[in-house]
């Protein structure tokens, strides 16, 4: 199994990026699939979620508005648009997969390596 982030950098404030993730090994199309990130010093939050068929999405109050996520299940790929970043973005941003969502998440859960996102001007 193997859940691969890619997109991260650097960007200014105000300024746009989109995360990938590209999965493989288990059956893609019948996970719900989330992003998560964390910042230095703070725990892991749960920034968004969309279920197996791409509906059912639900966002961090943090982020509504400014960042949406999709996946195109015949590419095996989960996306993150992130819009109008803020410095208090800035964090690794993770791809999460499970089978039943539950908080916290399952220790059997997939994740990925994680890619980095610093919002500064």
């Known amino acids: 199994v193997q859940l691969v982030e890619s997109g991260g950098g650097l960007v200014q404030p105000g300024g746009s990026l989109r995360l990938s993730c590209t999965a493989s090994?288990?059956?893609?199309?019948?996970?719900?699939m989330s992003w998560y990130r964390q910042a230095p010093g703070k725990e892991r939050e749960l920034v968004a979620s969309?279920?197996?068929?791409?509906?059912?999405?639900k966002y961090a109050d943090s982020v509504k508005v400014r960042f949406t996520i999709s996946r195109d299940n015949a590419k095996n790929t989960l996306y993150l648009q992130m819009n109008s970043l803020k410095p208090e973005d800035t964090a690794m941003y993770y791809c999460?997969?499970?089978?039943?969502?539950?908080?916290?998440?399952?220790?059997?859960?997939?994740w990925g390596q994680g890619t980095q996102v610093t919002v500064s001007s």
């Open positions: 969309i279920g197996s068929a791409g509906g059912n999405t």
């Open positions: 999460h997969a499970t089978l039943i969502p539950t908080v916290p998440p399952d220790p059997e859960d997939y």
């Open positions: 090994g288990f059956s893609f199309s019948t996970y719900h």
